[in-house]
């Protein structure tokens, strides 16, 4: 298991995470895009209850801080934030 | 250092004098460009490269990466391998499909650590072969993913994982894992076409069949070994 998985195992339930069946059997695609600014890997992540990723996870490449990740973070939340129980359409 | 393969065992460690071997010496965009052709490592339990040694791979892209990103990195041949030195690397990276190459390489591997392999479909063998070596076949293996699980199970290692690397190795944008639901996900990729569905459902009849890692032009495996 890769560590990302690792880690969204280990905080399934403290993410709220139950609904998407057993973390035990998570799968992920590991996306790796190629244009000149992409700083990023994403993990599109599989439950064993759906055929269609039910989390994307993004990695930087590089260790330190990404402050681009973090305002990504800000704008969704603040988007959620707007009306109550947020929009499903937007990643939470 | 690196152009001169094969060599017997070279260890390149990030703080001796070796200029290339310095990340502050990149400026950051390059610093990622040449990250991408070790985006495998997000598939390790720790993507933080240790103490890396490699056996067989000669794409210069690779072993720079690794070379960058590793706390140390060792190109090791054959004959090192067959002193039957105890080496205890966090990661052995080996390119190609040779069962023998294989064995020896896990003895390698420390407790705990991994092995990452990467190699060719038999099509895309086949297809090198004949381009690379006047139509010669010598050197081709037909190992199915089964082969190689019942080899590693055998060595002590668990956690096998096989995946598919999308295009190539050098210009990968997926990495897939060799499963059922990823296959399907992977053929449609947000696509409901009859056209991606048809491919969809053939990619896993054949991976249900034991073809699709024929088919696949390139391929890795990552295995850990047990201990730690």
């Known amino acids: 298991m890769n560590a990302a998985l690792k880690f969204v195992n280990e905080n399934w339930v403290r993410l709220g995470l139950e609904r998407f069946g057993d973390p035990q059997k998570l799968t992920s695609v590991l996306l790796t895009p190629r244009f000149q600014a992409s700083s990023r890997v994403i993990l599109l992540v599989f439950s064993d209850s759906k055929s269609v990723p039910v989390l ?4 930087p490449r590089l260790e330190g801080s990404d402050p681009s990740i973090e305002s990504e973070v800000s704008v969704l939340q603040n988007i959620q934030s707007k009306r109550p129980g947020g929009f ?3 990643p939470k | 250092v690196i152009n001169d393969i094969p060599i017997t065992q070279v260890n390149i460690d990030k703080g001796g004098q070796e200029h290339v071997g310095r990340k502050e ?3 950051f ?3 990622i460009h040449i990250a991408r052709r070790i985006d495998w490592r997000f598939l390790l339990p720790n993507p933080a490269l240790g103490k890396v040694a490699c056996l067989g791979v000669k794409d210069r892209s690779h072993l720079e990466a690794l070379q960058l990103f590793s706390q140390s990195l060792s190109i090791l041949s054959e004959v090192d391998l067959d002193r039957g030195d105890e080496f205890g690397y966090d990661i052995v990276v080996i390119s190609g499909s040779d069962i023998k190459g294989i064995q020896k390489a896990t003895d390698m591997v420390k407790p705990g650590g991994c092995l990452y392999m990467e190699s060719f479909g038999y099509f895309n063998q086949l297809l090198r072969n004949l381009k690379n070596d006047g139509g010669r076949i010598n050197g081709l293996h ?3 993913l089964r082969d190689y ?3 590693l199970g055998e060595q002590g290692f668990t956690d096998i994982q ?3 690397h999308w295009p190539n190795f050098r210009e990968c944008t997926k990495i897939i894992p060799l499963e059922d639901k990823t296959v399907q996900y992977a053929f449609l990729y947000a696509r409901r076409s009859i056209k991606a569905r048809l491919r969809s459902l053939i990619g896993r009849l054949l991976l249900r069949l034991g073809l699709l890692e024929s088919l696949v032009p390139h391929f890795s495996m990552i295995a850990k070994r047990e201990g730690e």
Do not use: Q
């Open chain 1, 88 to 90: 499903s359409s937007v």
């Open chain 2, 25 to 27: 010496n990149y400026p």
């Open chain 2, 29 to 31: 965009s390059e610093l």
């Open chain 2, 149 to 151: 699980s019942r080899l």
């Open chain 1, 56 to 59: 994307a996870i993004k990695v």
């Open chain 2, 142 to 144: 037909l190992y199915g």
């Open chain 2, 162 to 164: 096989f995946h598919w």
